[in-house]
């Protein structure tokens, strides 16, 4: 059955879930400058929930102590492949073994090569070799200088490791420490943290390509004032996240927010909703998937003042005359099948949500509709949905918007027709 308009208020903020719970890493750090942000790293890893092993080469230790790596890992650092601790004196077996993966950042331009050419002179590099391929990934993150990255030999070894199943989380572009500027620098320890994150996530969205509007849309009065709503943008941007670690390609289309990019999403950003309806036209047939999370402003002034409206010398407030806004949903939702992706609506409703959603759901003529409680739920972290289908409803139970929007993209993987790309 589903829920109570009034049972879906009752959500209490949330914390985000612990995204690395229970996951073990292998953190390898190779020697170059930017083992100073494996520390961090190491933060970020245990508080996302993981138990991390620091395993350090001898180069490594010229950047950074094991002590430092230690106290923040809460574990003795291994570097020797002769260190006797481990009974069996076995530290390259036992480590590879426990690990849901190896992560090795810094990854120096010799540690790749020694890589790809499967050298085992010393505990990392052994421990890459003898690790378990089919359940243990190896994670790579490359750091050094841009020419040493884009020299013919590293683009081969990278190119070897890459075809043996390695997984490279970047590297950047931008400032380097030698000074030069360029491709090579590690990703911050936050972006590593978010790219383990996303690797662990199903690939449920694989080959897809998916189009989300966010945000509220802003509609001038003047040059200084305008017709607004309290839409965060939250929702939408956890769904642009959840579909790019499922795997596709994503491009979100945000009205004025504040919000950062989620990893390895297009962003488009516009202002009113004629600009959010030009931005998403063209680029409607070009996805597979179209999610409407917008609150787009249902009416606009029909005339935008160019100079601000002065209230010296006026006798009466102004009237401002509106004008009603195109339907971006309604109107991809129109589009000849063959241009036309899969649209997915939300409704923010104050009251009676569920006779709301159905009704807008055959209104707008998309397969499914997610409804919540609007005013309940904008600016806030945690939401509970309802999904309207033309077969009945499920209830979302309240969670944070991230954990929410990875169900929401589990639902529509579920639903897609196959011909979606
Ligand atoms: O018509 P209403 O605003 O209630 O419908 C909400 C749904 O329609 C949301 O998915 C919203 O993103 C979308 N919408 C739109 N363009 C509009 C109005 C709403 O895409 N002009």
Not at 395 to 402: I, N, Q, R
Request: aromatic share 4%.
């Amino acid at each position: 059955m589903a829920p109570a308009p009034e049972a879906l208020l009752e959500s209490r903020p949330m914390s985000p879930p612990l995204e690395l719970q229970g996951k073990h890493i292998v953190l390898g750090l190779s020697g170059g400058i930017a083992c100073y942000k494996a520390a961090e790293l190491t933060r970020e890893l245990v508080k996302a929930g993981a138990s991390v092993q620091v395993v350090m080469t001898e180069s490594a230790a010229q950047f950074i102590t094991p002590v430092t790596m230690q106290a923040l890992s809460n574990r003795p650092v291994f570097s020797d492949p002769w260190d006797a601790r481990a009974p069996n004196n076995m530290a390259h077996i036992n480590l590879s073994r426990e690990a849901d993966a190896v992560l090795v950042a810094p990854a120096s331009a010799d540690f790749i090569a020694r890589l790809a050419s499967g050298r085992a002179d010393d505990l990392l590099g052994l421990l890459c070799l003898a690790r378990p391929i089919e359940r243990c990934p190896l994670l790579l993150a490359p750091a050094m200088n841009r020419e040493m990255w884009a020299h013919p030999a590293t683009q081969r070894n990278v190119a070897q490791v890459v075809a043996d199943g390695g997984v490279l989380f970047g590297p950047a572009a931008g400032d380097q420490a030698c000074g030069e500027v360029g491709d090579g620098r590690m990703l911050e320890a936050a972006e590593l943290r978010d790219e383990l994150i996303a690797f662990f996530q199903p690939k449920l969205l694989a080959g897809r390509r998916v189009l989300v509007t966010a945000g509220p849309t802003f509609e001038a009065i003047d040059p200084v004032r305008g017709i607004s709503n309290h839409s965060s943008g939250k929702m939408g941007f956890a769904i642009a996240r959840a579909a790019a670690e499922a795997g596709a390609e994503v491009t979100l289309v945000a009205g004025p927010v504040q919000l950062p990019t989620p990893r390895q999403v297009r962003r488009i950003d516009v202002v009113s909703a004629q600009q959010m309806f030009d931005a998403v036209m063209p680029l409607a047939p070009l996805h597979g998937i179209f999610v409407a999370t917008a609150a787009v402003a249902d009416w606009r002034p029909a005339q935008a003042g160019t100079r601000k409206i002065k209230k010296d010398g006026q006798a009466a407030a102004p009237a401002i005359a509106l004008t009603e806004n195109p339907d971006i949903l309604a109107a991809v939702a129109a589009l000849p099948a063959a241009q036309r992706p899969w649209c997915v609506g939300f409704a923010a409703e104050t009251h009676d949500l569920l006779t709301h959603a159905r009704a807008k759901r055959v209104r707008k003529g998309v397969p499914l509709i997610v409804g919540n409680l609007g005013p309940a739920t904008f600016g806030r972290d945690d939401n509970s949905l309802v999904l309207v289908d033309a077969d009945g409803e499920r209830e979302l139970p309240a969670a944070d918007k991230l954990t929410l929007a990875r169900a929401l993209v589990a639902e529509f993987a579920r639903r897609l027709p196959s011909s979606a790309t």
